[in-house]
Protein backbone atom coordinates (compact mmCIF):
# COMPACT_ATOMS: atom_id res chain seq x y z
CA UNK A 1 0.00 0.00 0.00
CA UNK A 2 1.17 3.61 -0.56
CA UNK A 3 1.15 4.39 3.20
CA UNK A 4 3.12 1.77 3.74
CA UNK A 5 5.74 2.44 1.05
CA UNK A 6 5.71 6.66 2.39
CA UNK A 7 6.79 5.31 6.14
CA UNK A 8 9.35 3.01 4.44
CA UNK A 9 10.96 5.16 2.80
CA UNK A 10 11.10 7.80 5.56
CA UNK A 11 11.97 5.55 7.91
CA UNK A 12 15.30 4.88 6.05
CA UNK A 13 15.90 8.13 4.83
CA UNK A 14 15.96 9.04 8.77
CA UNK A 15 18.07 6.05 9.75
CA UNK A 16 20.42 6.60 7.56
CA UNK A 17 21.52 9.59 9.12
CA UNK A 18 24.66 9.38 11.55
CA UNK A 19 23.26 9.86 14.96
CA UNK A 20 19.49 8.52 14.57
CA UNK A 21 18.86 5.10 16.54
CA UNK A 22 15.37 4.97 15.99
CA UNK A 23 12.20 6.00 14.04
CA UNK A 24 8.81 5.40 14.56
CA UNK A 25 6.25 6.73 12.09
CA UNK A 26 2.59 7.60 12.95
CA UNK A 27 0.68 8.33 9.76
CA UNK A 28 -2.79 7.83 10.85
CA UNK A 29 -1.45 11.09 13.27
CA UNK A 30 1.10 12.24 10.58
CA UNK A 31 3.84 12.34 13.43
CA UNK A 32 7.34 10.58 13.91
CA UNK A 33 9.33 9.94 16.64
CA UNK A 34 12.73 10.36 16.24
CA UNK A 35 15.60 9.02 18.44
CA UNK A 36 18.43 10.75 17.92
CA UNK A 37 22.17 12.21 19.12
CA UNK A 38 22.07 16.09 19.17
CA UNK A 39 25.56 15.63 19.53
CA UNK A 40 25.70 14.27 16.16
CA UNK A 41 22.77 14.74 14.20
CA UNK A 42 20.29 18.50 14.04
CA UNK A 43 17.05 18.18 14.10
CA UNK A 44 17.08 20.79 11.31
CA UNK A 45 19.05 17.70 9.43
CA UNK A 46 16.03 14.84 10.05
CA UNK A 47 13.46 17.20 9.19
CA UNK A 48 15.29 18.47 5.82
CA UNK A 49 16.14 14.17 5.42
CA UNK A 50 12.26 13.77 5.74
CA UNK A 51 11.54 16.44 3.44
CA UNK A 52 13.92 15.25 0.83
CA UNK A 53 12.12 11.53 1.31
CA UNK A 54 9.03 13.38 0.63
CA UNK A 55 7.12 13.57 3.60
CA UNK A 56 6.97 17.36 5.24
CA UNK A 57 8.30 18.09 8.77
CA UNK A 58 8.99 19.95 11.36
CA UNK A 59 10.24 19.75 15.06
CA UNK A 60 7.04 19.78 17.59
CA UNK A 61 8.69 18.79 20.40
CA UNK A 62 11.93 17.35 22.35
CA UNK A 63 12.75 15.81 24.57
CA UNK A 64 16.30 15.20 26.08
CA UNK A 65 17.53 11.70 28.19
Known amino acids: ?31 AVVTFDAAVVAASGIEAASVRAGYPARTATAALS
Open 1 to 31: DDCGRCVTRVERALLELEGVSEVRMDMARGQ
